[in-house]
């Protein structure tokens, strides 16, 4: 395999590697970093929550880049995530499963595909508990479709799997990336087994897989059955919020705009065959979280008439703690605070009109979610 350097007029320097199969993998080198450089992304769940920023964030500051959705329209996901980018001429959605190997395959071969960026799975961990065999359907099979379908296609030179900070199962340790995997709910085991797939596809196949293991993620486009969204709409109704047990589970949190820097940063700056987490300095017990959304709401001096104790999840992990040093060495950090991203989110959710993009949302103020007919 040979490589050239060029240099640009602004700088940079180019560098182009020859692939096997004379594709070039284009790299640019800013200051002393090389970025990767992609052209044709494919993102799955791009209606979903994280993903629909991701994709806003993408076909808004690199309209030379071409990004396509695709997107089974779940219950949880709404084409309204993605209304700010719907025209622009470097946007398409495809609806479509990612268990379909014929339909992945087609996508990745029409649209000259060169990059993936993986989101799409089952995501409630409630839902986990009644429905497992959706999540590892979903999670386990989808990914592993998405893999061979790419192995097969040849031309994928940077696939990003998303995970999860759950695959490190629910103690108090700070985990690394080469910390051991043990998750304990069917949520994170079907992360967990996904994240397995991927390292044999690289191991075996060579597939430029780079996995990220993300802390809590909040704000607007998530469906309303998780504890931010849900606290702010129950209150917003003047109805109870729900905690899970004690509350004293506690979470870290990320601001979704941030979390969408993380994904631009570790497209274009990540090495492949690496993990990443993606974590946040900000941890709240969830007893915490939903007394500052009462105080946003000016409910503070009777908090305790706007809590309701419901019984404990199956199974909680206590915490999730994450060491994003490794992320941080390729120059990102969280930029929004817990109280301005936890205001905008507030804000977002208190107007009636962008809750509409979920018919159903009403379902998902319930003390635990499970997957019914209705959702589907
Ligand atoms: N939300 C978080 O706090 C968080 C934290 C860490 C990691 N993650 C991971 O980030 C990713 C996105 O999470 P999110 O919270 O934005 O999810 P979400 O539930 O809002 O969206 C998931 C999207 O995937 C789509 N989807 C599901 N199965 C599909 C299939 N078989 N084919 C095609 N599309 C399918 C759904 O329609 C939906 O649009 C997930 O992989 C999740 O595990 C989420």
């Known amino acids: 395999m040979s490589s050239q350097s060029t240099a640009l007029s602004n700088g940079a320097k180019s560098v182009t590697g020859g692939q096997p199969d004379g594709n070039s993998d284009a790299r640019v080198v800013y200051g002393d970093r090389l970025r990767f450089v992609p052209r044709n992304i494919l993102v799955t769940g791009g209606a979903g929550f994280i993903a629909s920023h991701v994709v806003e964030r993408l076909v808004s500051r690199y309209p030379h880049?071409?990004?396509?959705?695709?997107?089974?329209?779940?219950?949880?996901?709404?084409?309204?995530?993605?209304?700010?980018?719907?025209?622009?001429?470097?946007?398409?959605?495809?609806?479509?499963?990612?268990?379909?190997?014929?339909?992945?395959?087609?996508?990745?071969?029409?649209?000259?595909?060169?990059?993936?960026?993986h989101f799409a799975a089952c995501t409630h961990v409630d839902n986990s508990f009644t429905s497992s065999?959706?999540?590892?359907?979903?999670?386990?099979?989808?990914?592993?479709?998405?893999?061979?379908?790419?192995?097969?296609?040849?031309?994928?030179?940077?696939?990003?799997?998303?995970s999860t900070d759950e695959v490190y199962g629910g103690e108090?340790?700070?985990?690394?990336?080469?910390?051991?995997?043990?998750?304990?709910?069917?949520?994170?085991?079907?992360?967990?087994?996904?994240?397995?797939?991927?390292?044999?596809?690289?191991?075996?196949?060579?597939?430029?897989?780079?996995?990220?293991?993300?802390?809590?993620?909040?704000?607007?486009?998530?469906?309303?059955?998780?504890?931010?969204?849900?606290?702010?709409c129950l209150l917003a109704q003047r109805r109870p919020c729900f905690v899970h047990g004690s509350g004293e589970h506690a979470r870290n949190f990320l601001y979704v705009e941030d979390a969408a820097s993380a994904f631009d940063t570790i497209l274009h700056c990540g090495e492949t065959d690496?993990?990443?987490?993606?974590?946040?300095?900000?941890?709240?017990?969830?007893?915490?979280?939903?007394?500052?959304?009462?105080?946003?709401?000016?409910l503070s001096a009777e908090a305790n008439r706007h809590i309701e104790f419901v019984k404990d999840r199956t199974l909680n992990d206590m915490r999730y703690r994450i060491d994003s040093s490794k992320l941080h060495a390729l120059g990102w950090r969280p930029q929004v605070s817990w109280e301005e991203g936890l205001r905008r989110t507030k804000t977002w959710y208190c107007d009636p009109?962008?809750?509409?993009?979920?018919?159903?949302?009403?379902?998902?103020?319930?003390p635990h979610p499970s997957l019914t007919e209705e959702k589907h």
Not at 186 to 201: N, V
Not at 275 to 291: M, P
Not at 353 to 366: E, H
Request: proline share 4%; with cysteine.
């Open 65 to 117: 880049y071409r990004v396509t959705v695709l997107d089974k329209l779940d219950y949880c996901s709404s084409l309204s995530n993605l209304a700010q980018v719907a025209n622009r001429p470097n946007f398409k959605f495809i609806r479509g499963d990612i268990r379909s190997h014929d339909l992945v395959l087609y996508v990745l071969q029409e649209e000259c595909i060169d990059t993936v960026l």
């Open 133 to 162: 065999i959706l999540f590892t359907e979903n999670n386990v099979l989808g990914t592993h479709v998405l893999l061979e379908c790419a192995r097969q296609y040849g031309k994928v030179r940077r696939f990003i799997h998303v």
């Open 172 to 232: 108090s340790n700070m985990e690394t990336e080469s910390s051991i995997l043990a998750p304990t709910n069917p949520y994170a085991c079907s992360k967990a087994a996904a994240e397995f797939i991927c390292r044999g596809y690289v191991k075996s196949f060579g597939l430029p897989v780079i996995i990220t293991r993300g802390n809590n993620v909040y704000g607007p486009h998530q469906f309303p059955d998780k504890l931010i969204p849900k606290s702010i």
């Open 274 to 298: 690496a993990v990443y987490n993606v974590g946040s300095e900000i941890e709240k017990r969830n007893i915490d979280v939903v007394h500052d959304i009462i105080d946003l709401f000016g």
């Open 353 to 366: 009109n962008n809750l509409k993009r979920w018919p159903n949302y009403l379902s998902g103020l319930v």
